[in-house]
């Protein structure tokens, strides 16, 4: 069974660093790309950051980029993929998602993913 289950989330205060992480089970990690999407209340879901399968290269959104940094340990005891967040703004608030590609490479289309996780909150605030 594909599963991916988020963590890592929490209260931080503006300025701060928070490192997610995408646990998956039920596959084999370093075949597919996975992406980290966030969807803020009231707001549509949005891609932040994807790792691809095929050579590593990594996607970032012109709103993180410099920030956040997305990295994957394929080891099968980890099968994990992170998402390093630093200086943090109260504008990242939201729901973080990871989610399995269903292409080859990296997208920032909702629909070119699935296998989504359950999300985990983050919340920037001072």
């Known amino acids: 069974q594909v599963q991916l289950v988020e963590s890592g989330g929490g209260l931080v205060q503006p300025g701060g660093s928070l490192r997610l992480s995408c646990a998956a089970s039920?596959?084999?990690?370093?075949?597919?790309?996975i992406g980290w999407f966030r969807q803020a209340p009231g707001k549509e879901r949005e891609g932040v950051s994807c790792?691809?399968?095929?050579?590593?290269?990594?996607?970032?959104a012109d709103s993180v980029k410099g920030r956040f940094t997305i990295s994957r340990d394929n080891d099968r005891n980890k099968n994990t993929v992170y998402l390093q967040m630093n200086s943090l703004k109260p504008e990242d608030t939201a729901v973080y998602y990871c989610a399995r590609s269903r292409v080859i490479g990296c997208s920032d289309y909702v629909p070119d993913f699935a296998s989504w996780g359950q999300g985990t909150q983050v919340t920037v605030s001072s």
């Open positions: 039920g596959f084999t990690l370093e075949h597919y790309s």
């Open positions: 790792i691809s399968s095929t050579d590593g290269s990594t996607y970032y």
